[in-house]
Structure formats: structure tokens, C-alpha cells
């Protein structure tokens, strides 16, 4: 009798484990090219981080797919369409400068963004972690001149949100100080919608009356809908009061991506550290009450619900641009713009 209980406790016991394990996070790797989050049998997101010369214009830059609902196939953008270097979340500066020469990391021009290690893996049954070592090259491989520490950790969302993850960038100059400039277009953290985005549809939510994107600076959030493939998915970009001030948000493109530009000089031996947060969700935008509760929870604040507009993105799209030839020295260093916290 007495082994016929142990053994049924026993058997609980494996089953709780079973069930937590199913409902939990895990990463699984395929050694690299790219690491998958897992949450249960589904796959929230997937970061690219594979440096291949021989198709170096897929490789040149780490980036973070979000995966649909079902766990089935990316929301977000990869290599090729409109704007090849747009990679579904990405991080990058179109005029980095260093001393008297000024380096393009978003468009990849005359060197990338590689990945060099993991530093962190971690996954249970409450969140999952990753941390890579990404290294900005000058020209080639083996001048890196700004080591970032990209590290993107998820939780289980609020509903009616099926993604959340912080997304948190830890930059630090390898040698002479890192001014980092370009324009609202071109530099920062920013999400991208897949290429088949219908751009007619793509709507934007601002965090204050009148707003004008062009022109406003700090946001604490900015949020969109878009369409893909006829269903309807919502990302809210959460600020950080910590991040650089005087910070513009590009939010307007009928394609989808926005995100917000950060400037900042980080003085050598010095380090800057940037982070957001992205809430993904189906269906339309939550109300804007249910998304500054989001921004007060990520922030440890209490603050009230500003009045918003939402408007359609701007439907003129803009002429593809020229990719730059190479990469020119600039003719003065960016002024900074504010101390590396």
C-alpha cells in the first residue's frame, strides 16, 4: 500500500512538472544562426545573430523577429523588400562618430553590427533572457570601435497582449569616445512590420493632444496598428525616463516602423544605456489607459493618462533611397548632447 501511494505522489509530481515545464519559457538554439524563444510549444520570437560574408547583406546586423499568436511564422520584417536594412526590432545609428570619422550602422556601409557571444541564456518558467555581445566594426571584422551589450528579456504579458519583451542596450566605446547622431528616420531602437504590411491601414496613437511627431520630443509611449495578411496586430514602444533626453520618435511611415532616435556622446570609458519595452497584441490598440498603466508599471510610476491622436499613417511613401556608396569621414565631430548615465 504504502509503495502504491509513494508511487502516485510520485506520478503527480512528474505531471506538475510536465504542465509547468509546457506552460514556461525555454530557448532552443540552431548553433549560429539564430536562438528561438519558446513559450510552451510556441515560438514568441526569434533573434537572428549569424555574421556570414558570403551573404553578408542578410547577416550584417542582429535583429528580433516576433512571431504571430500561433507561435507560427514572424510579424516582423527580415532581409530584402522595401528597405532592405529594416530588420523587424533593430538597433543602430546612421552617423556614429568617432574622433573625425563618422561610421553608418544602420545602413551597414563599409562594415556591421556582429554578434560575438551570448554573455547570458536563462529561461523559466516566469520569463527568458538573452544578452549578446555585439561588436561595430569599422572596416571589416577586427577593428571594432563600440562594444553594445543587447540584452532582451521577456515576461508573460498583459492581457490582451501576447508579447511582451524589454529590450535593453548597454553601449560602451572600445577605444576614443562614441558620439551617437543621424536622424528620427535612421538611428535608434525601432520595430518593423513584415514587407506584406498593407499601408493603407497602419495607424498611430501619440500620447498627447495635437500631437505633431515631426516636431514633439519625449514621448513617454507611441503605439501603432497595423494589417498583415488581413488580421490586425498592435505594438506599443515604451520610453524610459532614464534614456537621453530631447529624444525624437519617428511614428509615422504607412510600412510600419517607428521607434525612437536617441542621441547621446558616451566619452570613453564611459557607457550609455538605452532601454524600452514592445507590448505586441492582436487586434486593435488597447485604450490609452491600458497603456499608460503599462508605461507606469515598466517605469515605477504613477502617472495619469494624458490625453492622445490617433491618426493614419502619412500615405505619400516616401522614394526608395540610394544606398551609400561608402562610408565618409564627417567633416566635425556631432556635439554632445547630453553624459552617458
Keep these: 500500500m504504502l509503495f502504491r501511494i509513494l508511487l502516485s505522489c510520485c506520478a503527480v509530481l512528474s505531471l506538475a512538472s510536465m504542465a509547468s515545464a509546457a506552460e514556461g519559457f525555454r530557448l532552443q538554439d540552431t548553433a549560429g544562426d539564430h536562438i528561438d524563444v519558446l513559450y510552451g510549444d510556441k515560438i514568441v520570437a526569434r533573434y537572428m545573430y549569424a555574421y556570414d560574408k558570403t551573404r553578408l547583406t542578410d547577416t550584417y546586423k542582429p535583429y528580433l523577429h516576433i512571431f504571430d499568436a500561433e507561435g507560427k511564422t514572424p510579424i516582423t520584417k527580415g532581409p530584402g523588400g522595401l528597405f532592405p536594412h529594416h530588420r523587424a526590432i533593430f538597433v543602430g545609428w546612421k552617423k556614429m562618430v568617432v574622433g573625425n570619422k563618422a561610421y553608418d550602422r544602420w545602413h551597414m556601409i563599409g562594415g556591421g553590427q556582429i554578434h560575438q557571444k551570448f554573455i547570458e541564456q536563462q529561461a523559466d ?159 486593435k490598440l488597447p485604450a490609452a489607459d491600458w497603456i499608460q498603466q503599462q508605461y507606469n508599471t515598466f517605469n515605477g510610476v504613477s502617472d495619469a493618462t494624458p490625453a492622445v491622436t490617433e491618426k493614419l499613417s502619412e500615405q505619400t511613401k516616401p522614394k526608395e533611397p540610394k544606398e551609400p556608396k561608402a562610408t565618409k569621414d564627417a567633416k566635425e565631430p556631432a556635439k554632445a548632447v547630453g553624459k552617458a548615465p
Excluded at 508573460?156 to 553601449?171: F, G
Excluded at 520595430?191 to 504590411?197: C, D, G, K, L, T
Design 125 to 283: 518558467s516566469n520569463s527568458a533572457t538573452l544578452t549578446s555581445l555585439i561588436h561595430y566594426e569599422t572596416q571589416g571584422t577586427d577593428n571594432p570601435f563600440l562594444a553594445e551589450e543587447r540584452t532582451m528579456t521577456f515576461r508573460k504579458p498583459p492581457a490582451p497582449a501576447y508579447v511582451q519583451v524589454d529590450v535593453t542596450s548597454k553601449l560602451k566605446p572600445l577605444g576614443e569616445a562614441v558620439s551617437l547622431d543621424g536622424d528620427p528616420e535612421h538611428s535608434g531602437i525601432q520595430f518593423r512590420p513584415a514587407a506584406e504590411v498593407d499601408t493603407k491601414q497602419t495607424t498611430y496613437l501619440y500620447p498627447k493632444e495635437k500631437a505633431d511627431p515631426h516636431k514633439d520630443k519625449d514621448y513617454p509611449w507611441v503605439a501603432e496598428t497595423f494589417v498583415l495578411a488581413g488580421k490586425s496586430y498592435s505594438v506599443v514602444d515604451l520610453n524610459s525616463p532614464r534614456n537621453p533626453k530631447n529624444t525624437a520618435f519617428s511614428a509615422y511611415r504607412d510600412y510600419g516602423r517607428f521607434g525612437g532616435f536617441f542621441k547621446a556622446t558616451i566619452a570613453k570609458g564611459e557607457e550609455l544605456t538605452i532601454q524600452c519595452r514592445f507590448v505586441i497584441s492582436e487586434g
